[in-house]
């Protein structure tokens, strides 16, 4: 494939049918039929024609809170995605001279959202056995002015999963100091045994979720927070969708969260399988090394950092001469960006062949040749 644009998404879009896509941890395993017959049938009714319930289908709240473990009278918030229900608490929540405790890497959309409210995020540097945050990590890094920690569990990009004593620990540290605990579990259902941290802390954590991940249902971009009602009152205030979330990514997500039972097994399943497939075919690769083995959630880091190839150069050989699309890390890390690419793999294993064909291609072609004797 000939790169048709610079801007490796634009590409990657206008070639979907040819791309294997890995780059954004979506994942491609759940039954589509699902999802295909909520939608007709939502069509055939034409809810499209009037607003949604603006709160959120009574149906969808409740399913959401039974698949997260809270109680039925939990404060519930609907938003167009994880995403902006993050930027919505952020907003709410935080004010200039706050500090939020996050690490590097991370997901650092939410530190840019906790910048717009005037706060600094703190970034430990977590690049390091056990790659994540740790109790001892958190209390060397708390503040006069921390207002909120920022665990994301398992963790984007490294695919680290937080132990239940460690998630007890530090939800504890935020209660007993009183702060706030944002606990974004977009990646639990890959988890062997994913804990909430308000089961620790019920006063101060917000539990944000999304279907974009187990579900697979990231275009339709459906997601919220779950918290004490008063957290959520206050979150309110900065809902842009005050006419509601789209009625058919409400309809698709009640159709596979009623029918979750019978198939999240199959995709957690063939998620590690492909996951062990890249590790042992990685071991091959000179120079290549996974820093977290076993991921616990759809997706892990590849660094390349001694094999002299930039990760970005990496990225578009990858996605432009194999159809193969990957992530550079430089998003997702400031200090070690330059280090890794991050695959996903809540993908059919055909698109693992073709990983597992085109990446020492690629390292081959862009491995920095020795000069001539």
């Known amino acids: 494939m000939a790169a048709a644009s610079s801007d490796a998404f634009r590409y990657a879009h206008a070639h979907r049918a040819e791309i294997a896509w890995m780059s954004q941890n979506t994942n491609h395993l759940v039954p589509p039929g699902i999802v295909a017959r909520a939608i007709d049938r939502a069509l055939e009714e034409r809810v499209y024609e009037e607003y949604p319930y ?56 939410i530190h840019r959202f906790v910048e717009l409210s005037g706060a600094t995020t703190r970034m430990p540097d977590i690049y390091a056995p056990p790659f994540r945050l740790t109790p001892e990590i958190v209390e060397a890094n708390l503040t006069p002015q921390t207002r909120m920690i920022l665990l994301i569990d398992p963790l984007n990009p490294l695919g680290s999963g937080y132990p239940r004593e460690a998630v007890r620990a530090i939800a504890e540290i935020a209660r007993d100091r009183k702060l706030l605990l944002l606990h974004d579990v977009t990646y639990r259902d890959f988890a062997d045994a994913p804990t909430s941290a308000a089961e620790f802390h019920p006063e101060g954590t917000l539990t944000v979720w999304s279907v974009s991940k187990n579900c697979g249902l990231a275009g339709l971009r459906l997601g919220g927070l779950v918290a004490r009602p008063e957290l959520v009152r206050q979150v309110a205030r900065y809902n842009t969708n005050d006419l509601g979330v789209n009625v058919l990514a409400q309809r698709a997500a009640i159709a596979l969260l009623e029918t979750k039972a019978q198939w999240i097994d199959g995709v957690r399943a063939q998620t590690r399988a492909n996951q062990d497939r890249i590790r042992e075919a990685a071991r091959g690769w000179p120079g290549v090394e996974l820093p977290v083995y076993p991921s616990q959630a759809n997706m892990f880091v590849l660094d390349v950092s001694r094999t002299g190839i930039a990760p970005e150069a990496l990225q578009n050989e990858l996605l432009y001469r194999h159809g193969v699309f990957l992530r550079s890390g430089a998003y997702l890390s400031p200090a070690h960006g330059g280090r890794f690419v991050r695959a996903s793999f809540s993908n059919v294993p055909a698109d693992i062949d073709r990983l597992l064909t085109a990446f020492p291609l690629a390292l081959e072609a862009l491995r920095p040749k020795l000069p001539a004797s």
Do not use: H, M, N, W
């Open 54 to 109: 603006a709160p959120g289908d009574p149906e969808l709240r409740a399913l959401v809170l039974k698949d997260l473990g809270f109680p039925q009278d939990a404060g519930f918030f609907l938003a167009a995605g994880g995403t902006e229900a993050l930027y919505a608490l952020t907003r709410a929540l935080l004010a200039p001279g706050d500090d939020v405790l996050g690490s590097d890497p991370s997901y650092l959309i």
